[in-house]
């Protein structure tokens, strides 16, 4: 088996790094380490690992093309299960492109990656993963001056119809309770119901961010602005080899079509972990078993029975994982003005088009995100709509449109232009 990660380490996400530097970060908490054995257990034969490694292309056969170290590949396959991971959803409003205005889970890598803490910082937004960066800033001596959180007394009151079901998941409620818990203890002012947000830039490179809450104006002062409005699944990959995609309202974002196990409608493809909608760490793990039983049923491996019995204690934790997910989605739902910015707040970071800009497109016809495309070249860019794709579907939703999922073409990250010409001389490789 093959497994292919652009990271330089093992770990994900949530993992990230902490094959090597778990035990010398524990403000990053059990929950970080608990990853050590998954990463450990890369080490079984049978198994070859490849990090730093690209997939830009995967294509039918199913045969997946890969970067790594200036120089690309074609790889056979049997078949490709893909987890590509969530990505933080984009928070665009007035100065959110400002040097000094981040996404708090970028932070958040700097912390796991090289040990850099965010002093001094303000985290603004909404999402349970907001309170844990929170905590791990507040256990590295570097606390928040404040939380500045989107969520209403409404949110939470739609959310809580749910709230039966995520009990099935006490252990997670409460782990987030202890988190806001450990947040209040350390004196972190947190401001809830806050909108208008709006980030400028002091002479000193300070950030003022004013927003408003409770009927009134507020002006904070920070170095580092740190935005977070949940996640999306990473979905372009997917996308580009031509599977299938429908919206999930409750967690307004593509995810791929999928059947129990991960399945596509492409033959040879599955797809499992938060790319195919977000569940979570331990949904993300369940996923990854069911998918690969699936996959080892499908290539004869293993019978059908075989397969059910191996799979009943992953698809029990699954469901028991996504039982909360509903509440969570409510609650921690991005406002409007986040999804469907308006005026000159920047949309397209890689072509610099505003809210307005794809607002008179919309005016003039461009109904889809492939006449926006063409329009405002919105998308364009080297990230090839990675950040601006969710809000441009909002605008377009805003607009009273029912939006069709982005198109997503190969590559899709950025590869230089003497590597795909190298690539017509390379044999292909099998798995
Ligand atoms: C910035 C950020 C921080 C987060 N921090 C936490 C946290 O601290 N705690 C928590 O509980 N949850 C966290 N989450 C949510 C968490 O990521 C997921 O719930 C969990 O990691 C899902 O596991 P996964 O295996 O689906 O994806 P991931 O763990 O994200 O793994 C996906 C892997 O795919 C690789 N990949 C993606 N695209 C390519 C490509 N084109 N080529 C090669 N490799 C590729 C990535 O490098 C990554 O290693 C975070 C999410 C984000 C976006």
Known sequence: MLLL???????GQIYRNVGVDGESRPYLGADYAAGRPLVDA??????????????????AGPRVVWSRD???????????????????????????????????????????????LPRDAILAGSG??????????????????????????????????????????AGTLARGLGLIRKIGAAGVARHTGASAFRATAQEDGDIVFSFT???????????????????????????????????????????????????????????AGDGAGIGGAEAARAAGRLAALDILHRLGRLDEEARDREAAADRAAFDRAMAIRRFLDAAYAPPPEILAPEGDTIVCRCEEIDADGIRGAVKEGAYGPRQLKTATRAGMGPCQGRMCDPTVRGILASCG???????????????????????????????
């Open 5 to 11: 990660d652009e990271q330089p380490r093992a770990g």
């Open 42 to 59: 890369l080490d079984t034969p049978g198994i070859t690992a490849k990090f730093g490694a690209t997939v830009w292309r995967v294509e």
């Open 70 to 116: 200036g120089a690309s590949r074609i790889q056979a396959a049997r078949h490709v299960l893909l987890a590509a991971g969530a990505q933080e959803r984009p928070t665009p409003f007035p100065g959110w492109t400002l040097p000094g205005v981040m996404p708090a889970g970028a932070a958040q890598i700097l912390m796991k990656t090289s040990g850099l």
């Open 128 to 169: 349970p993963l907001i309170y844990l960066i929170a905590a791990q800033m507040i256990d590295a001596g570097a606390a928040p001056r404040a939380l500045v959180e989107t969520q209403t007394p409404a949110t939470m009151l739609r959310a809580a119809r749910h709230l039966p079901g995520a009990l099935r998941t």
């Open 213 to 271: 809450a409770k009927g009134r104006t507020h002006r904070l002062v920070t170095p580092l602005l740190l935005t977070h409005q949940g996640v999306v699944p990473s979905t372009h990959i997917g996308r580009a080899a031509g599977i299938g995609h429908e919206w999930n309202d409750a967690q307004q974002a593509f995810r791929p079509k999928t059947d129990a196990w991960g399945g596509t409608d492409v033959p040879g493809i599955h797809v």
């Open 401 to 431: 449109t029912t939006p069709a999922t982005p198109r997503a073409r190969s590559p899709v990250k950025p590869v230089k232009l003497g590597e795909l010409a190298a690539l017509a001389s390379i044999r292909e490789t099998s798995t």
